[in-house]
């Protein structure tokens, strides 16, 4: 499997889908289709500038750090000269809506960070990747540099139809918010590639829980992934298992070939494990009203809150009435907390059988039958 040629006007580019591309990665997204992958997930050199030297440990051991020459650059001038040129070409090749990921540590970020606004992406988040057995400092002068940073970013401040799992991550978190901030071990153990003497295979390979988190954050089934460093191919393992598409790019063939090697014994996840949760917004709309004339709820009856502290009686309009004021099951559950606002829906119960029951159990129940 080879670089893709660029394509004379004559020819039409097609994706290489599920394909690892060897050579230069600016060059092989130049010859794919204009506006053609969902998501881009970036490891770019993160430049880290060890010098000859390299990094020792108070023994004088070196430490198995990344002194390869890809990691390499002359200046900082060249390495934002190359990180604008592949931030180019990968927005060239992202549909309008789609999102792109690079992750790196604090020798790169903010210098990748400030390309990606000069060329026109809009930053939707920063994620600060805790890990969670990172190396030590060995000279005792800095902090542990303990974390690194992905940018999340639109192709531009317009485009707003962005994949966003929201609740199938709140549902996955204890039904909190996902946060900004990620606690994942490095890749180690058996995830980790190693050559025939124990050595690894690449030094900075990123731990597949890493990568599974943004893909199942901003990407569909079916969707493709591009990876324009592409490695030991961690990117296309977890896209496969997810079903989604990916083209991989690596300049070397020792890498690449790994990365097949890798992901042709990843077994793709069942159709069922892979369906999508509806997003909440995308579901029909009931109101408090309806779930009045389905019967589930009563005229006259008394909601209150899990812990019963707060009542409220049911009209037979859709409203509540807490003695003082009448109101949305929204408007009063947030006046009687004394808060701006409340999800009635989840905030006020019914009683039943001895047990609060909350109401939002019946808008689902609605919910289910309109899609019968």
């Known amino acids: 499997m080879g670089l893709v040629p660029r394509p004379s006007p004559l020819q039409t580019p097609t994706l290489p889908l599920d394909d690892v591309l060897v050579g230069d990665c600016i060059a092989a997204m130049n010859a794919l289709p204009a506006s053609s992958v969902d998501c881009v997930f970036a490891d770019p050199p993160y430049n880290l500038q060890l010098g000859e030297a390299g990094l020792l440990r108070p023994d004088q051991s070196r430490v198995d750090a990344v002194d ?45 960070g400030s390309a990606l606004q000069d060329l026109g992406y809009w930053i939707l988040n920063d994620i600060v990747w805790r890990k969670a057995n990172p190396m030590p400092n060995f000279r005792g002068k800095r902090f542990t540099n303990a974390h690194e940073t992905l940018i999340w970013a639109s192709r531009s401040a317009e485009s707003k139809g962005y ?10 978190n204890e039904d909190l918010q996902m946060r900004s901030d990620w606690f994942i071990p490095l890749c180690t153990g058996e995830e980790r590639l190693k050559d025939g003497e124990g050595r690894k295979v690449h030094p900075t390979q990123k731990p597949e829980a890493l990568l599974a988190r943004t ?24 896209a496969k298992r997810l079903g989604r598409r990916f083209i991989g790019i690596e300049r070397d063939p020792a890498y690449a070939a790994a990365a097949r090697t890798r992901i042709a014994a990843v077994e793709r996840l069942s159709q069922a494990a892979l369906l999508v949760a509806p997003a909440k917004r995308a579901e029909p709309r009931v109101p408090f009203l309806s779930v009045i004339e389905a019967g589930h709820i009563r005229p006259g009856e008394t909601l209150t809150d899990e812990r019963r502290r707060y009542r409220a009686t049911v009209r037979p309009d859709g409203q509540l009435d807490n003695g003082l004021v009448v109101g949305s099951i929204h408007k009063i559950g947030a006046l009687v907390q004394g808060l701006p606002a409340c999800n009635g829906w989840t905030f006020w119960h019914a009683e039943r059988s001895g047990r609060p029951v909350v109401i939002d159990t019946y808008r689902a129940e609605l919910r289910a039958a309109m899609g019968s």
Do not use: Q
């Open 68 to 112: 390869d020459d890809w990691d390499k650059f002359a200046s900082f001038s060249a390495y934002d000269a190359f990180t604008r040129e592949w931030l180019t070409a990968c927005r060239r090749v992202m549909k309008p809506n789609a999102t792109l990921w690079v992750i790196g540590s604090y020798h790169n970020i903010f210098r990748v």
């Open 163 to 172: 994949t966003f799992h929201y609740e199938a991550l709140k549902g996955g």
């Open 215 to 238: 893909l199942l954050a901003a990407t569909n089934p079916g969707d493709v992934v591009l990876d324009p460093f592409f490695g030991t191919g961690t990117t296309g393992a977890v």
